[in-house]
């Protein structure tokens, strides 16, 4: 962009300028003529004699020759008014401009009487006095009399806000990278285009005696003696120059900045008008920081299956996880240096280095751009991943993950985990089984297996202090049943809970999901439980309790900006995108249809008819009706007092419908309920779904199973349905598992 100059045009004194009209002829004829007139000028519109106005004027004017054309104007713009201007600079036929146009804008300074804007403290308002000029010339030479206009131009000098480095820190490393925004305002604050030009300044705080001194009050003082600043200050650069240069810079790659003192950083703008950023507030324009050996760039090294990890330095212990084998790791990462003023220089990573210092041990060279490793399987040993960023002050943060890997034998078919505890007294209203009671159903269901045995393959986690069982116990097995009550206190929580990459830690391990990675290895899984209010099921997976119905990719943290929930397991394992509640905190808006229990609760379930998976399964039920143990008169599930309310729904169409949510293909529902009313929004919303994301899959190394089937999961707890139906629904899913037979 061409820099825009300001007009600064010679004039006259009104009285020279007459007498130049008359005197100064440039007549070119010859022979004998007749007396010449001289022509007429009129200014036609601009500003009102003594008005104030922008800083960009647009004058407009006529005339007339009564004997003959005119040929040209000139025209001439000087500072201050017909009485207070410099006659020298008016001097000279080269100080007027010519044109043959009846209009033109011309932009002149603003630059003097600087006070505070009244509307806005940030600003500063200039002004300037001017007068304007214009005569005539016709075709002999004659020149008109001069018309003149006096007027004041004023304008709201720019703003600058420094927007790197970011947050309220102000200990800095001794290399800071410093970005700032420059607003000019047009006409108001609100009204700003960019800035002409911008300078910086830079100091150790130091007094008047040229003495450093941390206590002192420089921003104060740069804003009462600006005079005394100014050979501290830079040379003025276009705001778009090359390079950034007009809106970045880099300290300490030239400069010295001294460890442990006080420094201050500035920036002021220009406007076209010349007028210059005059006020000066901290953690705006100006930084005060104290430059300190800072631990390096914060590291956050991430992978789909095992989570994120952040590190910060070179001296952290490495993060510890056990991993089946034959998964295909992708570990990727980030690093951020903003916090202290500098900028990540580059990255390398490498897998079980013995000498960092050696660039041959390392898989790749340092470089900005490498933000990912290569893919890699591991099928025994322990093993760590090396990553290493590096900013530019030379400082460096070194991340360590360390896997070892677990043998997945899945010599064993069924395990059946244990994880609602439910006590031994016996409810007559039949609103929870006892203990002995839900372990009967649950074994006489696991013993459809031939090789079940349930001394030894029933995991009770109220046995363990609601610990999950480890990872080298579950891969012993080829399938999982796991059933959970709706206490946060249950294991199941802190298997499948997930944290987004914005909550991640520093220095501190994330629980593994080996359940998806049971899943990717082979294995088998059946999921089912009480899920009401907010806990029970994959609402287990949000940190925080949800509001419902809740999305995994955005509502798993307040920043709608992670969408790592993507990676979360009811999302990417079993394809679900929302899930939903009959009893829960329900969101509030015109878009939520009223949500009653008395409406939502369930009925019963039907299967979905139209879902090519489960129309492959002839021996499934129909319908899931709720047993009459439960639903009899005077028991608490009776349906025309209460409904069945311990149901988590999946994808429901009203809020899938209405947010444009974009359904998973790999979704498959299996059952969906019936409410007690049609106008419920969770009438016919799933309830149980196939996990088909891993089927057929043949893990390198597995003993069994070959490949990988079906899993299953339901968002309800089957004990409280028709026995012989969810007896059904087992002899399904085991043949399918290949359990029926010896």
Request: charged letters at 20%.
């Amino acid at each position: 962009m061409v820099r825009k100059r300001y007009l600064y045009i010679a004039a006259a004194a009104v009285i020279g300028l007459l007498a130049l009209a008359v005197g100064c002829s440039n007549n070119v004829f010859t022979g004998t003529s007749e007396t010449n007139s001289p022509p007429e000028v009129w200014l036609s519109s601009g500003p009102v004699e003594g008005d104030t106005t922008d800083y960009q004027v647009h004058f407009y004017w006529g005339g007339w020759d009564p004997d003959g054309e005119i040929d040209f104007f000139e025209f001439i713009v000087v500072d201050g008014d017909p009485i207070g201007f410099d006659p020298a600079d008016t001097t000279g036929m080269d100080k007027w401009f010519r044109t043959v146009s009846y209009d033109s804008v011309i932009r002149v300074s603003a630059d003097e009487n600087p006070r505070p804007f009244e509307e806005n403290d940030l600003y500063t308002k200039y002004d300037k006095t001017h007068t304007f000029f214009i005569r005539g010339v016709d075709m002999q030479g004659e020149r008109s009399e001069v018309v003149l206009r006096s007027f004041t131009a004023w304008t709201l000098a720019p703003f600058v806000q420094i927007t790197h480095p970011e947050g309220t820190v102000r200990t800095y490393s001794n290399v800071i990278t410093f970005r700032w925004e420059g607003r000019d305002p047009i006409d108001s604050p609100s009204n700003y285009q960019i800035p002409d030009s911008i300078r910086i300044l830079w100091s150790q705080v130091i007094n008047h005696a040229g003495i450093y001194d941390p206590t002192f009050n420089i921003i104060l003082d740069l804003n009462e003696n600006p005079e005394y600043y100014e050979p501290l200050w830079g040379l003025w650069i276009y705001y778009r120059a090359e390079g950034d240069s007009g809106t970045s810079t880099i300290l300490g790659d030239d400069e010295i900045l001294e460890l442990n003192l006080s420094h201050i950083f500035a920036v002021q703008a220009k406007d076209e008008a010349g007028a210059v950023t005059a006020v000066f507030k901290k953690n705006q324009n100006v930084r005060q920081f104290l430059v300190s050996p800072m631990q390096g760039p914060l590291l956050m090294i991430t992978e789909p299956f095992l989570g994120g990890f952040k590190f910060l330095g070179a001296d952290l212990n490495p993060i510890q996880v056990e991993l089946p084998p034959g998964i295909e790791l992708n570990f990727c990462w980030s690093a951020d240096a903003s916090s202290y003023g500098g900028e990540i220089r580059s990255y390398r990573y490498g897998w079980d280095i013995q000498q960092l210092d050696d660039p041959s041990q390392w898989a790749v060279a340092p470089s900005p751009f490498i933000k990912c490793a290569a893919p890699k399987t591991w099928y025994s040993g322990i093993h760590t991943i090396y990553v290493e960023a590096a900013d530019n002050g030379g400082k460096i943060t070194l991340g360590r993950v360390q896997i070892e890997v677990v043998p997945f034998s899945m010599e064993r078919t069924l395990l059946w985990v244990d994880d609602w505890a439910l006590g031994n007294a016996i409810l007559p209203n039949m609103m929870l089984p006892d203990e002995e009671t839900h372990d009967n159903f649950w074994t006489d269901i696991c013993s459809k297996d031939p090789k079940f045995i349930a001394s030894r393959d029933i995991y009770d986690c109220r046995d363990h202090n609601n610990v999950p069982p480890e990872m080298k116990v579950v891969g012993k097995y080829q399938n999982i049943i796991w059933t959970y009550g709706n206490s946060q206190e249950g294991a199941l929580q802190d298997v499948i809970m997930f944290t987004p990459e914005s909550l991640i830690g520093e220095s501190s391990t994330i629980l593994i999901n080996y359940l998806s990675l049971f899943l990717l290895r082979g294995g088998h899984l059946w999921t089912s439980g009480r899920s009401d209010l907010a806990s029970g099921g994959l609402a287990l997976t949000f940190v925080l309790a949800p509001q419902f119905p809740a999305t995994f990719k955005y509502d798993m943290t307040p920043n709608q900006a992670d969408t790592s929930g993507v990676n979360c397991m009811g999302h990417r394992d079993y394809c679900i995108s929302v899930v939903d509640k009959v009893i829960g905190t329900f969101r509030t808006g015109s878009e939520m249809p009223a949500r009653r229990r008395d409406q939502d609760a369930l009925r019963n379930c039907v299967i979905d008819a139209e879902d090519l998976i489960t129309m492959q399964y002839p021996g499934l039920p129909l319908d899931l009706t709720l047993s009459e143990d439960v639903t009899q008169p005077g028991m608490f599930f009776d349906p025309r007092i209460n409904g069945f309310y311990y149901v988590e729904a999946y994808d429901p169409a009203y809020w899938v419908e209405t947010s444009g949510i974009r359904q998973q293909k790999c979704f498959h529902p299996m059952y969906r309920m019936s409410a007690r009313s049609t106008r419920s929004p969770l009438d016919y919303t799933t309830v149980a779904v196939w996990i088909d994301k891993y089927s057929g899959v043949v893990p390198e190394g597995a003993g069994s199973p070959a490949a990988a089937a079906r899993s299953v999961h339901f968002g309800l707890p089957l004990w409280f349905f028709r026995h012989t139906a969810v007896d059904s629904i087992a002899e399904v899913v085991f043949e399918e598992w290949g359990l029926t037979g010896e």
